[in-house]
């Protein structure tokens, strides 16, 4: 789950770390408003659940009242990454002298959080690791311990922070540390981490992904969460069960098993096409799950074919094959569907199949063959 960077920055607040006057604001006089009680040059920020902001015009130095109208007019109603701007954050703008990034999340290979210390901020940090990893100091506190102080001072001696800002930034390193375990985080971040020329340090921006797992006891959290229109159909797989993905392809794509359904990207990549999305509807699917599956792929309108993928061991083919039935009498695709059974009951599913007008293919490879050439043809009217 994310949230938007002013329930982040308040969150930080709380814990200690430094941030700008800030102000929420739904319209451009709300905007002027807040400049007028920042009274200083403001920054007017989207708010929205997407990266790039600044570089989509979603942010905009303000040097007055009349300015931040007229910033948060330009960025209102604007759309990000296809998620429209409905807020903006008014806040004081701030007298910059370098800027840091400071970032937690979890290292899956060495099973334990690590923390991330740089000199070069406002940078996706995933460039700098590319192009300049040796830029990046990282840290791997121990779970039980936390950031220790020795490990934060250490942190900054590696990242090259000038001597004048290392207790601070230190400081403010443990305090997001315990943030980042509080809040059950996976993601959080301060990008950039302000460095003024009085040489005191704050957070430009703030970003916390929080374990959707553990929201169940974030009870504060969950009340902040949202659900934008491209997130809608993750939501509702989340509910019924299965794992779901929204991709950037065409061809629709529904599995059992996790390594199956990745083993699908790729023969469809490998075939010359892109997947829409990843889902898997898991072992022991029943008609219904996959009735349901179905029609969460196909509500993509991106989703030129639709590939299903069945190895059934637990999963039985019949039941596949009765669900994808269902979606096609109740409302007959607008793509073509290309079917691949094997295993328990898959004989029986495809005589079931046998008469419906869809695609049926023996081998994995064959079916995403035919799933990409069928996404490339032109679409049905």
């Known amino acids: 789950m994310k949230v938007h960077e002013y329930q982040a920055k308040q969150i930080l607040a709380r814990a200690g770390i430094p941030i700008p006057d800030g102000r929420l604001a739904t319209s451009p006089d709300e905007a002027e408003t807040a400049a007028q009680a920042i009274a200083a040059p403001v920054a007017v920020k989207a708010q929205v659940h997407a990266g790039g902001r600044g570089k989509a015009g979603g942010i905009k130095v303000a040097k007055s009242p009349a300015e931040a109208k007229s910033a948060a007019a330009a960025i209102l109603g ?6 429209r701007v409905e807020n903006v954050y008014v806040e004081r703008a701030a007298d910059v002298a370098s800027e840091l990034y400071l970032g937690i999340t979890l290292d899956r290979d060495r099973r334990r959080p690590v923390v991330m210390l740089s000199t070069v901020g406002g940078m996706d940090i995933e460039e700098v690791a590319t192009s300049r990893p040796d830029a990046i100091a990282r840290g ?11 490990e934060a001072r250490a942190l900054v001696f590696d990242a090259g922070v000038a001597p004048a800002q290392r207790d601070a930034v230190a400081d403010i390193a443990r305090r997001l540390y315990r943030v980042y375990g509080e809040t059950d985080a996976t993601l959080v971040e301060i990008n950039p981490l302000f460095v003024q020329k009085n040489g005191s340090v ?10 959707d797992n553990a929201l169940f006891r974030q009870t504060e959290l969950a009340k902040l969460k949202e659900v934008s229109p491209n997130e809608e159909a993750e939501e509702k797989a989340r509910a019924l069960g299965f794992s ?9 794509i529904i599995g059992n098993g996790a390594g199956l359904v990745m083993a699908t990207l790729d ?6 096409g892109h997947a829409a999305n990843f889902l898997d509807v898991g072992g022991g699917a029943k008609e219904a799950v996959v009735k349901a599956a179905l029609e969460i792929v196909l509500s993509n309108p991106r989703v030129r074919s639709v590939m299903i993928n069945i190895f059934g061991g637990i999963t039985r083919g019949d039941e596949v094959a009765k669900g994808i039935l269902d979606v096609i009498q109740a409302h007959p695709p607008r793509v073509p569907l290309v079917v691949r059974l094997s295993g328990t009951e898959a004989e ?7 008469k419906a007008p869809l695609e049926s293919r023996a081998t994995m490879d064959e079916a995403a063959a035919e799933a990409v050439r069928l996404a490339k043809e032109p679409a049905r009217t």
């Open 348 to 354: 029986a599913g495809r005589k079931l199949l046998e």
């Open 78 to 83: 604007m759309e990000i990454k296809g998620l």
């Open 244 to 252: 779901f993905v929204q991709l950037d392809g065409e061809v629709g």
């Open 267 to 272: 023969a469809v990549r490998n075939a010359g």
């Open 202 to 211: 704050l957070a430009g921006d703030a970003k916390l992904d929080v374990d």
């Open 140 to 150: 791997w506190p121990s779970p039980l311990l936390g950031l220790l102080p020795f």
